[in-house]
């Protein structure tokens, strides 16, 4: 209820071109139209949203013109939202808390038993992403809302590859625009759109994906530090989304495969298959 609450302000609030861009909720007053559901072990909350017209969704794979394209109008959203951040509910959600929420589950008798094989590296993870954070500043980035989930089945287009409409906002939050580029660089890498999918690391470093980050650095400048926290945003995207809230998400065939994935490639796989320095250098950083 509070991400849709701020969801909704961020909707009306958001300046052209993107006043149509976001799927309003449906209201009863003052208050979103939200029904909460119990029975037994289910407890169920349900947002209802107003329909919102849908025009093209991109090709799986874009061409040059398009990621550039794509860049800039994600840079230009971005700006608008961190134009308004101010004027949003605050979120009593943080970066910090989550990973805090997920050390709290794993020490516990559940959390031991299900992670029973990985509580080490768990443990090891997080401590590694709060540590870094920290070296980083994090406390000192600008927070806006960030809906970290761009699979292009989950936003329209204008046929000159402008926004028009977004929907679907299970990953909503307010944090570093840092979180929306991992799915952004999947979303422009030369594999595209797949329908079975990894969360491999290395499109952060892809080609594609510095050509996206170049045109978007143009419309609105990104920061060492920010490209510094790309990895860490990344990890705390594996522990969060994939690790901690993994079977709420995906199919139990996808959750057991990408967590195991998470041990064995994604989590060893940061240090080493990322590169700042090759952004730094495309940015002239």
């Avoid at 398009?66 to 860049?71: G, I, S």
């Avoid at 970066?95 to 031991?112: K, P, R």
């Avoid at 901690?244 to 240090?271: H, V």
Wanted: aromatic letters at 16%; proline letters at 3%.
């Amino acid at each position: 209820v509070e991400d849709h609450t701020i969801i909704n302000v961020l909707s009306n609030n958001l300046p052209e071109p993107f006043e149509n861009f976001l799927a309003r909720s449906l209201m009863k007053g003052n208050t979103l139209f939200v029904h909460r559901f119990q029975d037994g072990i289910a407890d169920i909350w349900v947002v209802f949203y107003r329909p919102i017209r849908i025009k093209h969704k991109l090709p799986k794979i874009l061409s040059d013109q398009q990621v550039t394209k794509l860049a800039e109008q994600f840079a230009l959203f971005h700006k608008a939202c961190h134009r308004i951040r101010n004027t949003l509910p605050t979120s009593s959600k943080t970066l910090n808390s989550d990973v805090d929420h997920l050390l709290e589950f794993a020490n516990s008798d559940v959390g031991q038993y299900e992670y029973r094989m990985n509580l080490d590296v768990i443990r090891r993870q997080c401590d590694l992403f709060l540590e870094k954070i920290h070296e980083l500043r994090y406390r000192d980035f600008d927070k806006i809302p960030v809906f970290v989930d761009w699979n292009i089945g989950n936003f329209s287009v204008t046929a000159s590859c402008r926004f028009f409409s977004r929907w679907d906002y299970d990953w909503f939050r307010i944090c570093s625009r840092v979180l929306d580029f991992y799915f952004l660089s999947r979303v422009v890498s030369e594999i595209g759109d797949q329908t079975v999918f990894s969360y491999t690391i290395e499109q952060l470093n892809g080609e594609r994906f510095l050509k996206f980050l170049q045109a978007y650095h143009r419309v609105f400048p990104l920061t060492e530090a920010e490209i510094r926290f790309m990895p860490e945003a990344y990890r705390f995207f594996i522990l969060n989304y994939v690790i901690k809230f993994g079977r709420y998400f995906f199919r139990d065939f996808y959750a057991t495969r990408l967590q195991k994935e998470a041990f064995d490639i994604y989590f060893p796989s940061i240090e080493r298959g990322f590169d700042a320095e090759k952004i730094l250098r495309a940015l002239k950083i």
